[in-house]
């Protein structure tokens, strides 16, 4: 009676363990979806503000307003973003421009290491077997070709990353 009694409170212990353990893990699956929305809000937003500002300089008018147009971060937003990226490096930027297009480079890159935290942790266990994540799309990258006038010959770090 006794053994039976010792399995048992270890089995209470290690089912309380995962319990506590699953709890905090939805907690933090939670809050870094909640990054995650945050993130992709800001980057929208900077994204839109760099479109704007470039909309100013004549030859970037058209290019920019396709960017405008263009909604949400999906494929399409990205090559709107790229084309815009590529018309910048063939102005003269002005510093409001410069300091927009850092900005931006900035949101993605904050947006990009929410994606990359979120999705490590979708990948445990616990939150695979459990469905922690729930119905909450897996979230994506958003890759452009960012890199400012300024610092043109700079690598983008677009050639070189890869969705895990």
Excluded: K
Aim: proline share 4%; aromatic share 6%; charged share 25%.
């Amino acid at each position: 009676m006794g053994h039976v009694l010792n399995w048992l409170a270890l089995a209470l212990v290690i089912i309380g363990f995962l319990g506590v353990y699953s709890a905090w893990t939805a907690g933090r699956l939670d809050r870094l979806h909640l990054r995650l929305d945050a993130a992709r809000t800001a980057l929208d937003a900077q994204l839109r503000e760099r479109a704007l500002i470039a909309r100013t300089t004549p030859s970037l008018r058209e290019v920019a307003q396709q960017a405008l147009d263009t909604p949400g971060l999906g494929q399409e937003r990205g090559q709107a973003e790229n084309e815009l990226s590529r018309a910048l490096r063939q102005v003269r930027p002005t510093d409001e421009l410069n300091d927009v297009v850092t900005r931006a480079s900035f949101a993605r890159q904050f947006h990009n290491d929410a994606v990359r935290d979120a999705l490590a942790l979708r990948r445990r266990w616990v939150v695979r077997l459990l469905h922690l994540a729930g119905h909450a799309p897996r979230p994506t990258f958003f890759e452009i070709d960012d890199a400012t006038p300024s610092r043109s010959a700079e690598i983008s770090d677009v050639a070189g990353s890869t969705a895990p």
